[in-house]
C-alpha cells in the first residue's frame, strides 16, 4: 500500500528495468501476445503514460528484450567457450555450467524466443544469426585443442542442437531434479569430446553445482 501511495503522490513511473523484467516475465508466461503496453501497466500498479517515459513504443520494448535474450543467452555462451580449459573435456565442462545456470543461459527465455520467432520475421532472422554465433564459437573451441574443422563442426552443432532439443522438450514438462542431470554430464562429456574427463575435472564440475546437503 505504502508503494502505492508513492506512486500517486510522486507521480513515479517506474524505471526502464522494471518495465523491461514485466515484459520479460508476460513473455515467459503467455508469449509475445501478452506483451503490450496496458496490460504491463496494469501488472505494475503504473499508468499507460509512464512508459512513454521510458520507451517510444511497444517495439522499443520488444527491442529491449531482444537484447537482453542476446546479451544473456549468446554473450553468455560465446565468452564460456573462450573461458580458460586444460583439456577439451574441462572446455565442454565449462559450457555445461550454461545449462544450469539460469543466470549465464536462461532457457525458458530461449524457448519464448523461439516461440516468438515464428510469427516475426526480422526475430526469426536474429534467431538464425544466433544459432550461426554461438555454434561457430563452439567449434573455435574444439579446434583451439585440434580438432580438424570437419569434426569440430559437427562436434559443435550437436552440443548445440542437444541442448535446444532439451530446452524445447523439458520447457513443458516436469522439472527434472539437478543430481541426475549432475552425474549424466560427464558422460555427454565424454560422448561429445571423444575423450574421458579427468576425476579431478568432475570433481571440480560437480563442486560448482553442489546440492544442499541432504537432496539428490
Not at 516475465?25 to 500498479?45: C, F, H, S, T, Y
Amino acid at each position: 500500500m505504502k508503494e502505492a501511495l508513492i506512486d500517486k503522490t510522486t507521480g513515479w513511473r517506474g524505471t526502464r528495468d522494471i518495465w523491461i523484467r514485466a515484459a520479460y516475465e508476460a513473455l515467459l508466461e503467455n508469449g509475445i501476445d501478452a506483451v503490450k503496453v496496458m496490460p504491463l501497466a496494469e501488472r505494475l500498479g503504473l499508468s499507460r503514460t509512464s512508459f512513454y517515459g521510458h520507451f517510444s513504443d511497444r517495439n522499443d520494448l520488444l527491442n529491449a528484450l531482444v537484447t537482453h535474450w542476446q546479451a544473456r543467452n549468446t554473450g553468455n555462451l560465446v565468452r564460456r567457450t573462450e573461458d580458460y580449459a586444460e583439456t577439451i573435456t574441462e572446455a565442454v565442462l565449462n559450457v555445461f555450467d550454461l545449462w544450469l545456470r539460469p543466470d549465464l543461459f536462461d532457457s525458458r527465455l530461449e524457448f519464448a524466443v523461439r516461440n516468438w520467432a515464428h510469427t516475426d520475421a526480422e526475430l526469426a532472422g536474429l534467431l538464425e544469426e544466433a544459432d550461426r554465433v554461438r555454434i561457430e564459437a563452439l567449434q573455435a573451441m574444439f579446434e583451439r585443442f585440434s580438432y580438424e574443422a570437419a569434426y569440430a563442426n559437427i562436434r559443435a552443432n550437436t552440443v548445440y542442437q542437444t541442448q535446444i532439443g532439451y530446452i524445447s522438450m523439458k520447457k513443458d514438462g516436469p522439472e527434472e531434479p539437478l543430481a541426475p542431470r549432475l552425474k549424466r554430464m560427464p558422460h555427454y562429456a565424454e560422448i561429445f569430446t571423444g575423450r574421458t574427463a579427468t576425476e579431478a575435472e568432475i570433481a571440480r564440475f560437480l563442486a560448482r553445482h553442489s546440492l544442499p546437503e541432504g537432496t539428490g
